[in-house]
């Protein structure tokens, strides 16, 4: 399967406790974005990362998330100290360049208790 | 920031009806992308579209990239049972811009 690979598909936490969402692009693709979708809402732009560079990360909150792109390996999407307000769908998606349509994975489904 | 407005936020129609769904803007884009999800799983890439004017199709789907660069449509024809998800379009406001600003879905049921 070389479309984008999205781990875990389901993540459960206790408030207080970090989340890491992990994401592997197309083959080929060096950019990637993350998006967070609440329950019957589209899809909300968190940050998007090129190989070891955050280039943009207007959408992501101030405090306690975090995200990177390193030389090697996934990109990784870091939660924490995680609050109720932190479950939802968080997307990955990667394209070959900016301009080119985004590819998505299937998501990581954040669940707090 | 930038908000796009998805019409209608949902649809019930008969199998083999045609349906139309648009999505405005008040800012331009200069691509326009319409994808597919369904349940459990990340969106699918339907239509891109790259400039005013635009009209493209991919099978029953036909997309239209208004000329004003601030809306556009899609259209299904001939609707199926599968056809059954949300459809969300997303726009890029400028090119090297990266991120997309989706809109908020619209849900669509195809009774057989």
């Known amino acids: 399967n070389a479309g984008v690979m999205q781990n875990p598909r389901h993540l459960v936490r206790r408030r207080g406790q970090e989340a890491r969402l992990r994401c592997s692009p197309m083959k080929g693709h060096s950019h990637v974005y993350w998006y967070r979708q609440l329950p019957e809402e589209g899809l909300k732009f968190m940050v998007y990362l090129q190989k070891e560079n955050i280039i943009d990360e207007s959408g992501m909150p101030k405090e306690r998330f975090s995200a990177e792109f390193p030389k090697e390996g996934p990109s990784i999407l870091r939660i924490q100290q995680v609050v109720r307000g932190d479950s939802a769908a968080y997307f990955c998606?990667?394209?070959?360049?900016?301009?080119?349509?985004?590819?998505f994975g299937d998501g990581t489904r954040l669940s707090i208790l | 920031g930038q908000q796009l407005n998805q019409s209608p936020q949902s649809m019930f129609i008969q199998e083999g009806e045609d349906v139309s769904m648009n999505c405005t803007s008040s800012s331009i884009f200069n691509t326009w992308l319409w994808y597919k999800q369904d349940p459990g799983e990340g969106p699918v890439l339907l239509i891109a579209l790259y400039k005013a004017g635009e009209l493209t199709s991919n099978g029953r789907l036909t997309a239209q990239f208004g000329i004003t660069r601030k809306d556009s449509f899609l259209n299904i024809s001939a609707s199926i049972p599968s056809d059954v998800g949300i459809y969300f379009c997303a726009g890029h406001p400028n090119t090297n811009a990266g991120k997309s600003t989706f809109g908020d879905g619209t849900t669509l049921t195809v009774k057989p």
């Open positions: 998606a990667s394209s070959a360049d900016p301009n080119q349509p985004q590819h």
